[in-house]
């Protein structure tokens, strides 16, 4: 979604590093570019003309001028201009004291609110609550079969008496849910209201009404994303006609430009609670201001990485993996890289996890090309493979090679270079274990092969041939470049389809997870 405005942020601050001291023309020259940049993210233009301003005085004070490194400062008080205008601190939501908390979801025609209800209440059963979704748009077609289906895949309740597709009353379902819900002792309530192509006044009625039979403790005002600069507009008529507490940001994984996310909050004043990253119901988290602003600045999200993390490794599989990393156990086997890529992938898309990384901006274009599919034949050659090939890598020749491509659809290239990934991740992942830097050896310990220099040819050479003297003295220094390089990937691809091994290769990702998260 920021993707555009990430880059150019980006851009115009690598053009303040070396510079000792920042004058008011490299200021100036500064916050017009961060003015273009959030002018065509779609961002409102009060919000940009009130960003620029608290950029530029800050910018100006005493604590820039003073700093050992003035285009870091900048960047420091852009990100914190960032956090302020989208929340400062991390909203919640409002449960009630005495159940059930009512949450009513507003919203135009095509935002996502049926979508959201069962990310919501998957989310809300996650936290330990008894959720119930609420069927009251009767009019959209389809509506409450599709609140059924993704109720159904959150494993929550669902509410829906009447049939829709224009037949019931939305106000009378209302109530009757909520007297449903405190019979059965349901700890919340999710209203979904019908939605229209634009903002009308039979929506808000209808809304208003649904809001005043059921009293509820937070009205989320859900938008999408990609509408752009009619934004401000919709949600300051939803304020007026119906009052919402809370703004959840939906399709926040689009190519739009992201101005939505960066005017709501300014102009509402009311804080955005959630995001919707994607199509799946766990595509959903709770929206943090500051972690937000990291990533639109191009410095990672590592805390959600980790809490994403958190929910999916199993902590004895982990420590168990550690042991065998550091050679208290069995070898780290196929097995064993096929499992942790398993559970990476429990954490959602491979893309936007390593989008979380710090710098991944830098190697977008080859993100961009990364197909997720890869991930499958990479699994579909590994269970090719016989159990004591998985255990022992090391027996697969070539007959067993051709034969493993063969049952996984695959060629042979393909084969080597998964083998080839699971030995550099088994590298990195033993030296992260040891405490060392990965592919520069670990514990301490001197490495062998390439990192070490050779021992003879220590001196010039003496011989009396010149021509012979000079070809020596080259390949005296060759070798101790070769010495003293990382060892390089083959450039033919990867086998998870990145090309080559970038920093964040996802061929290395599984084990590295793992081994960050023990």
Avoid at 359 to 370: H, N, P, S, T, Y
């Amino acid at each position: 979604m920021f993707n555009s405005l990430s880059d150019r942020l980006t851009a115009t601050f690598k053009s303040l590093r070396g510079k000792g001291r920042l004058s008011p023309a490299d200021v100036d020259a500064t916050i017009r570019e961060i003015r273009r940049a959030l002018l065509d993210a779609d961002v409102a233009v009060p919000v940009v003309r009130q960003f620029t301003a608290a950029v530029r005085e800050r910018a100006l004070g005493e604590d820039v001028n003073k700093a050992l490194n003035p285009s870091q400062q900048v960047v420091k008080i852009v990100h914190e201009e960032l956090v302020e205008v989208l929340g400062g601190e991390t909203a919640e939501l409002d449960l009630a004291r005495r159940p059930p908390t009512v949450i009513l979801l507003a919203g135009l025609q095509g935002s996502g609110k049926t979508t959201l209800a069962g990310k919501l209440g998957l989310w809300l059963r996650e936290q330990g609550k008894k959720p119930l979704l609420v069927a009251a748009d009767l009019q959209r077609p389809g509506a409450v079969r599709q609140l059924q289906i993704v109720g159904g895949q959150a494993e929550v309740d669902v509410f829906a008496p009447e049939p829709g597709d224009g037949i019931g009353d939305p106000v009378a379902v209302a109530g009757a849910a909520l007297r449903h819900a405190q019979e059965r002792y349901y700890d919340v309530m999710v209203v979904d209201t019908a939605g229209r192509l634009g903002v009308d006044d039979g929506l808000m009625r209808q809304a208003a009404q649904i809001r005043d039979q059921v009293q509820p403790d937070d009205v989320l005002f859900v938008i999408d994303s990609m509408i752009g600069q009619d934004a401000v507009t919709t949600a300051e008529a939803f304020k007026a006609g119906v009052g919402f507490t809370g703004v959840v940001l939906t399709k926040l994984d689009g190519d739009a430009r992201g101005g939505a996310a960066l005017s709501v909050r300014s102009v509402t004043g009311v804080p955005i609670l959630f995001a919707s990253t994607g199509e799946k119901l766990t595509d959903f988290e709770v929206f943090h201001p500051d972690r937000m602003a990291s990533r639109i600045l191009d410095l990672g999200d590592i805390m959600t990485l980790i809490e994403q993390a958190q929910r999916v490794f199993d902590e004895e599989q982990t420590k168990a993996l550690e042991r065998k990393l550091k050679g208290e156990g069995d070898d780290f086997t196929l097995d064993d890289f096929l499992a942790q890529l398993q559970q990476v992938r429990q954490m959602g898309s491979i893309k936007k996890l390593i989008g979380m990384m710090p710098g991944a901006g830098q190697m977008r274009e080859a993100l961009d090309q990364f197909d997720e599919r890869e991930v499958d034949r990479v699994e579909a050659v590994i269970r090719s493979m016989t159990p004591g090939e998985r255990a022992n890598p090391k027996i697969i020749n070539g007959s067993r090679r051709a034969r493993i491509a063969r049952g996984s659809g695959n060629t042979v290239q393909a084969v080597n270079q998964v083998l080839q990934r699971f030995d550099q991740a088994k590298t990195m992942m033993r030296s992260m274990a040891r405490g060392g830097r990965p592919g520069f050896g670990g514990g301490g310990k001197k490495s062998k092969g390439r990192m070490q220099a050779p021992s003879r040819r220590g001196k010039k050479s003496r011989s009396g041939n010149p021509a012979k003297r000079a070809a020596e003295e080259r390949a005296f220094r060759e070798a101790q470049s070769d010495a003293v390089r990382p060892p390089q990937p083959d450039k033919a691809g990867s086998a998870f389809g990145l090309g080559g091994a970038s920093p964040a290769d996802p061929g290395k990702i599984p084990t590295g997870l793992g081994g960050l998260f023990s």
